[in-house]
């Protein structure tokens, strides 16, 4: 035992939990391809198979830049009320959530 192993290994604690925090970690395989199926199929009847608009907005990734994880996986989870965009809440989590956007962002392949 040395002197500095408490810090690191407190650091490294802060670090794992920080991780397990952020909501990409939290989405196993199975449901990122459930997730994948979902965003095509029931998210794809308004914006688009391809996701590039339709009775909802495009959701490419150059016109998403600006707005941030949280606005649109808020977006997600709660809907826009007053438009046809509906809340996902009852099908999804706030992990699910945070991970659609985050593949939106960086453009669902
Ligand atoms: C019934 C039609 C409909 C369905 C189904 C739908 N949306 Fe939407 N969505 C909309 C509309 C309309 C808007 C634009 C709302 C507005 O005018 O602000 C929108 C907006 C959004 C936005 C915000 C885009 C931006 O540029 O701010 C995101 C993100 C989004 N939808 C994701 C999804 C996801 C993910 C799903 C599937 C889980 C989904 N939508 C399913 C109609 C829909």
Redesign the pocket.
């Given at each position: 035992m040395t002197k500095v192993s408490l810090p690191v290994a407190s650091m490294i604690l802060i670090g794992t939990i920080l991780m397990m925090n952020t909501s990409i970690a939290d989405v196993s395989v199975a449901r990122q391809t459930e997730l994948v199926y979902?965003?095509r199929q029931?998210?794809g009847?308004?914006?688009g198979m391809t996701l590039r608009g339709g009775?909802?907005?495009a959701?490419l990734p150059e016109?998403?830049i600006g707005?941030s994880e949280q606005f649109?996986s808020t977006?997600?989870l709660e809907g826009?009320p007053g438009?046809?965009?509906?809340a996902?809440k009852g099908m999804l989590n706030k992990a699910d959530a945070s991970w659609?956007?985050h593949q939106?962002q960086r453009g669902v392949q």
């Open positions: 979902l965003l029931d998210c009847s308004c914006h009775l909802g907005p959701l016109l998403l707005k649109l977006t997600i826009r438009t046809a965009m509906p996902w659609l956007a939106l």
